[in-house]
């Protein structure tokens, strides 16, 4: 029987200032970014980005997923509990991002960014999409070593106990899932989807299909929140909010390569 192995959330002790392994892995999320970054523009199709365009985006996206992240925590998740505690809303130390409303901050930063250098809002984010998938994967790692966001009851081999949870029901390691699909294997496929020139919006559309599916797939494998628990048909509530970004991203796509 697997035992998760209770990492030190703390990475670093450096005297006074400690360096967590959450915050490590989103500096490796925007390392990537860069780096990913500076090999896409050298793609003949990209010629038109420069490397300066890498850090605007950069910062841009970072504002989005932050305010675009907990903001979506606080309407998605728990709308009735910050409406009688507002303030709470600033505790973002206490936790509550959530990845739908991350991406929906991005899609507004990016929507920012795009009128102010007169550029298509699909073209910036045809650019980004194929970047974002290597930082989901460090986010998840990030989950996996806090020994958050754990899975379902399973009897599988690999099952493990995350004594976080309060019992020592074997579970599924859901967060190596996720980092495995929407990590690792969305980033495989829209990398090489996106090396040739495609539809406008074809890459956007090819990210918000494969992450909703992959993402909708996971969920029957992640526990829900205790607070919520499964919703309609018993999905839970990231299937649901995966649902519209399959919808659209199908949309996109087939209206782009019919065009």
């Given at each position: 029987m697997l035992?998760?192995?209770?990492?030190?959330?703390?990475?670093?002790?450096?005297?006074?200032?400690?360096?967590?392994?959450?915050?490590?892995?989103?500096?490796?999320?925007?390392?990537?970014?860069?780096y990913l970054g500076q090999r896409r523009i050298q793609q003949a199709h990209m010629r038109s980005w420069q490397r300066r365009d890498i850090d605007d985006l950069l910062f841009f996206g970072v504002l989005g997923v932050v305010l675009g992240g907990r903001l979506g925590y606080v309407l998605f998740y728990k709308p009735m509990d910050y409406l009688m505690h507002p303030l709470a809303i600033f505790k973002v130390w206490e936790g509550g991002m959530a990845f739908h409303g991350g991406l929906l901050g991005v899609c507004i930063a990016m929507a920012y960014y795009a009128y102010t250098r007169k550029r298509s809002w699909l073209a910036v984010t045809d650019f980004i999409a194929p970047m974002i998938p290597l930082g989901l994967a460090a986010g998840r790692l990030g989950n996996f070593i806090n020994g958050e966001l754990w899975g379902r009851a399973s009897t599988l081999p690999w099952a493990m106990i995350f004594p976080q949870s309060g019992d020592l029901t074997p579970r599924h390691p859901s967060q190596l899932y996720q980092f495995t699909g929407e990590g690792l294997l969305l980033f495989f496929i829209l990398w090489v989807y996106a090396r040739t020139p495609r539809p406008l919006g074809a890459v956007s559309g090819a990210f918000l299909l494969g992450y909703g599916v992959l993402r909708f797939i996971a969920e029957f494998a992640r526990e829900p929140d205790d607070f919520l628990g499964l919703l309609g048909f018993g999905w839970s509530m990231g299937q649901w909010l995966s649902l519209p970004m399959m919808l659209f991203g199908l949309l996109l796509m087939l209206r782009k390569h019919r065009d």
């Open positions: 035992i998760h192995p209770q990492f030190d959330p703390v990475a670093l002790h450096l005297g006074p200032l400690s360096i967590h392994w959450y915050g490590l892995m989103y500096l490796v999320a925007f390392l990537s970014f860069i």
